[in-house]
Nanobody
Framework: QVQLVEAGGGLVQAGGSLRLSCAAS????????MGWFRQAPGKERDFVAA????????YYADSVKGRFIISRDNAKNTVYLQMNSLKSEDTAVYYC????????????????WGQGTQVTVSS
């Protein structure tokens, strides 16, 4: 069993940056592909980014490509999402997720979810 705890959300002005982190409990973090999703009010939860177990395969949603960077540190059981050039439309609750591979994570076939962290971008 893996428990995921996100941190780093908050209020930021448009054009600013935030870095989210997701700490995983347990010894099997490196066995999971990891991902980030987000859900804006009144909308469905959308895929943001995914990273493979070793970090060599990475995917981004078109809406964040070139602005967001996903990374992981298996020694620290943590995955990160560096968010730059933030826009008001990035406002959402951001969720960390763990799955068997990046293809599964990208299509929301996720084994574990975090509780979410709020990101609010003011214009």
């Amino acid at each position: 069993q893996v428990q995921l705890v996100e941190a780093g959300g908050g209020l930021v002005q448009a054009g600013g940056s935030l870095r989210l982190s997701c700490a995983a409990s347990g010894r099997t973090f490196s066995a999971y592909a990891m991902g980030w999703f987000r859900q804006a009010p009144g909308k469905e939860r959308d895929f943001v980014a995914a990273i493979s177990q070793g970090g060599g395969i990475i995917y981004y949603a078109d809406s964040v490509k070139g602005r967001f960077i996903i990374s992981r540190d298996n020694a620290k059981n943590t995955v990160y999402l560096q968010m730059n050039s933030l826009k008001s439309e990035d406002t959402a609750v951001y969720y960390c997720a763990a799955g068997s591979n990046t293809a599964a994570v990208r299509t929301s076939r996720v084994d574990h979810w975090g509780q979410g962290t709020q990101v609010t971008v003011s214009s």
